[in-house]
Antibody
Framework: EVQLVESGGGLVQPGRSLRLSCTTSGFTFGDYTMNWVRQAPGKGLEWVGFIRSRPYGGTTEYAASVKARFTISRDDSKSIAYLQMNSLKTEDTAVYYC??????????????????WGQGTLVTVSP | QSVLTQPPSASETPGQRVTISCSGSSSNIGSHTVTWYQQLPGTAPKLLIYSNNQRPSGVPDRFSGSKSVTSASLAISGLQSEDEADYYCAAWDDSLNAWVFGGGTKVTV
């Protein structure tokens, strides 16, 4: 069974840093692109970024709102994805979900839907 | 403001049909397939429709999706109380180099 479990959330002051982890099991982690998606309280979903699998370069892409402040990394030996968040702002307060792409069909563009999600971890940025 | 535009709410009585629209542009829906997610209260999102109109295993055929040029829609027929949820459309955007979501539509049965 595919499982994704986020951890590392909590209360942090503006300007500080926090690192989230996404611990996975039930699949070959190294074969998949991993995404982070967040949801502010009472708001909609916002994509944060992803890290491609090593066969596809292990490269990253980020939303404009977090670029240069957030960094996604992965440890394929431990099946864990990370989200390092620096210079946190109050508007970064949200539940952060990690998710795995689902390769249900071939897409020539290389972008696939998110088929498995963790339960989320709450990050609260407040003085 | 979300890049993809959805109505904030929709409601219908049990057994009826409801349709949710999702409007985008040439850089997202016009260039890539559309995905729909269902988010039940207090839970993580769940993949509902992929590649515009395909259902993952386990999703009832009451749910259907379609796409035309730069817009997409999700239809739920034979509405049931357990369909009360927030529904989000999503697509990759070539201009932003990012996944973009609609603002979400709250369906009330």
């Amino acid at each position: 069974e595919v499982q994704l479990v986020e951890s590392g959330g909590g209360l942090v002051q503006p300007g500080r840093s926090l690192r989230l982890s996404c611990t996975t099991s039930g699949f070959t982690f190294g074969d998949y692109t991993m995404n982070w998606v967040r949801q502010a309280p009472g708001k909609g979903l916002e994509w944060v970024g992803f890290i491609r699998s090593r066969p596809y370069g292990g490269t990253t892409e980020y939303a404009a709102s977090v670029k240069a402040r957030f960094t996604i990394s992965r440890d394929d030996s431990k099946s864990i994805a990370y989200l390092q968040m620096n210079s946190l702002k109050t508007e970064d307060t949200a539940v952060y979900y990690c998710s795995r792409e689902e390769y249900l069909y071939y897409d020539s563009s290389g972008y696939y839907p998110l088929g498995h999600w963790g339960q989320g971890t709450l990050v609260t940025v407040s003085p | 403001q979300s890049v993809l535009t959805q109505p904030p709410s929709a409601s219908e009585t049990p057994g009826q049909r409801v349709t949710i629209s999702c409007s985008g542009s040439s850089s997202n829906i016009g260039s890539h397939t559309v995905t729909w997610y269902q988010q039940l209260p207090g839970t993580a999102p769940k993949l509902l429709i992929y590649s515009n109109n395909q259902r993952p295993s386990g999703v009832p055929d009451r749910f259907s999706g379609s796409k035309s040029v730069t817009s997409a829609s999700l239809a739920i027929s034979g509405l049931q109380s357990e369909d009360e949820a927030d529904y989000y459309c999503a697509a990759w955007d070539d201009s932003l180099n990012a996944w973009v979501f609609g603002g979400g539509t709250k369906v009330t049965v």
